[in-house]
């Protein structure tokens, strides 16, 4: 298993950006794909953006697509989400997890160890 820890969250006023970074310990880092997701207040949990264990393969949820950026860094074992031209409908609790097996996906389900989420408020 892999421990996870996110930061970077806060408040913005719309347009603005924020980068979360998720520092990793446990199993190692390299040998996982991540995600990011989020979960807005009475809402499921939703895919953000993944990345694969090597980082040359990115995927992005279509609302967040040409505004958030994911990468990684596998030698300070961390993942990072950049946000640019944020939205009030981006505000959300923002959690990072990493791939149950090698191959990383966009389902909650393909993900067995997450972080304890950091919250994202957007102002309009």
């Known amino acids: 298993q892999v421990q996870l820890v996110e930061s970077g969250g806060g408040l913005v006023q719309a347009g603005g950006s924020l980068r979360l970074s998720c520092a990793a310990s446990?199993?190692?880092?390299?040998?996982?794909?991540m995600g990011w997701f989020r979960q807005a207040p009475g809402k499921e949990r939703e895919f953000v953006a993944a990345?694969?264990?090597?980082?040359?393969?990115?995927y992005y949820a279509d609302s967040v697509k040409g505004r958030f950026t994911i990468s990684r860094d596998n030698a300070k074992n961390t993942v990072y989400l950049q946000m640019n031209s944020l939205k009030p409908e981006d505000t959300a609790v923002y959690y990072c997890?990493?791939?149950?097996?090698?191959?990383?996906?966009?389902?909650?389900?393909?993900?067995?160890?997450w972080g304890q989420g950091t919250q994202v408020t957007v102002s309009s």
């Open positions: 997890a990493a791939s149950r097996g090698l191959r990383v996906g966009i389902e909650v389900r393909d993900f067995g160890s």
């Open positions: 446990g199993r190692t880092f390299s040998s996982s794909g």
């Open positions: 990345i694969t264990r090597s980082g040359a393969t990115t």
